[in-house]
């Protein structure tokens, strides 16, 4: 059962405090209290109340972000035998990329508005997608109707 004491929730069958935070429901801007307005985006009534997971000590005890349990180790002990790569199709990228996309990495690009991100991605995948492998787009500024009108243009 969870009561409020001050602001802070406790889950009476551990007895332990339960973290929460403010996060604004519009933008994601996160708060240390409650407040009737977002600052960030000006929207009023969006900051909401959010249960986070268990404290970081309840968490390393069990497991690690990802499901599994990490530990330290010394990069002498890592293994250095090479990542398979996937190639672009396009030789300059594959080679900054230091010979192609490493399977199961996640490669963000960087540049100026109009430098051509976009259009140098969606051509590096088409032709990975042509060889049978699955791939996926990830955008955080262009609209899906924006994407599909380059990729229409790219053929």
Do not use: H
């Not at 406790?10 to 519009?26: G, L, R």
């Not at 997608?129 to 791939?135: I, K, M, N, P």
């Not at 500024?141 to 790219?154: C, G, H, K, T």
């Amino acid at each position: 059962m969870l009561k409020n004491q001050n602001l802070d929730l406790y889950d009476d069958s551990m007895n332990k405090k339960i973290k929460t935070a403010f996060v604004c429901d519009q933008c994601g801007a996160d708060y240390p209290r409650w407040g009737g307005q977002c600052t960030s985006c000006g929207e009023w009534n969006t900051i909401k109340e959010v249960r986070l997971g268990s404290s970081s000590k309840e968490r390393s005890s069990r497991s690690g972000y990802a499901g599994s349990q990490t530990e330290v180790k010394l990069l002498s002990d890592v293994s250095l035998s090479q990542a398979e790569r996937i190639s672009t199709g396009i030789s300059e990228f594959d080679r900054v990329l230091g010979g192609g996309i490493v399977t199961g990495s996640v490669v963000l690009l960087g540049g100026a508005p109009g430098a051509g991100k976009s259009t140098l991605l969606l051509q590096a995948i088409a032709n990975i997608a042509d060889r049978g492998v699955s791939v996926l787009y990830v955008s955080g500024e262009e609209s899906l109707q924006q994407i599909a009108e380059r990729a229409n243009r790219l053929k």
